[in-house]
């Protein structure tokens, strides 16, 4: 029984996002990336918008694939049913923090993204994790990011509950646009899953912050 509620942990984290959407066209081209290693601030520092002054969207990198270190499911953007998030690509990354890759039951953490929008750019992220008995200790911005430079103002939080929560930052990276970042996971028998949500200040009316 233990076995079978962490098997479906990890399929809730793994398909969280997926779950949210339903394409609209069939067929399916894998986009030849190189997975290699990226730490989780390098990534959400790739794929975020760089600080111009101007309101600014996401290049959506199609057939860029050395744009940014995900591993598309498809090198084209697709449209979605779900007016919340309109167009997406989906992808897979290799995912490291602090120098350190990740595993469950001898198996690689899984670390799916997900950028969202209308169809001239993106405008939100979503990276979800498989889970991991080594990310109880790493549900903090400080400890996620160690070493790297960020300014992070904690806007909400919710962690009145023993198994699940969220913190939500107001965040500043390096000559990039704020993100405003929703850290947000869930632990069961020692076994903690991760969600990152990000987005502009004015799109940041779609983060779910209910703290029930």
Request: aromatic share 14%; charged share 25%.
């Amino acid at each position: 029984m233990k076995k079978l509620w962490f098997t479906l942990m990890a399929l809730l984290a793994v398909l969280t996002i997926t779950a949210q959407v339903k394409k609209t066209t069939q067929g399916s081209k894998l986009v030849a990336t190189p997975n290699k290693t990226v730490e989780i601030y390098d990534l959400i520092k790739k794929l975020w918008m760089d600080s111009t002054g101007y309101s600014e969207v996401g290049d959506w990198a199609v057939g860029n694939p050395k744009k940014f270190p995900v591993k598309w499911n498809e090198d084209r953007i697709i449209m979605s049913e779900d007016t919340s998030i309109n167009f997406y690509r989906l992808g897979s990354a290799n995912v490291t923090v602090g120098g350190k890759s990740f595993l469950h039951d001898g198996k690689p953490v899984a670390w799916n993204v997900m950028i969202k929008g209308p169809r001239m750019g993106y405008t939100s992220l979503s990276i979800v994790s498989s889970p991991s008995k080594d990310f109880t200790t790493l549900t903090f911005i400080d400890s996620l990011f160690a070493g790297k430079s960020f300014k992070a103002e904690l806007l909400k939080s919710c962690t009145n509950k023993k198994n699940m929560g969220f913190y939500y930052y107001k965040l500043k990276l390096p000559k990039k646009d704020f993100i405003y970042l929703k850290l947000s996971w869930i632990t069961v028998n020692a076994v903690t899953a991760f969600r990152f949500d990000g987005y502009l200040d004015w799109t940041n009316y779609a983060a779910k912050l209910d703290c029930k």
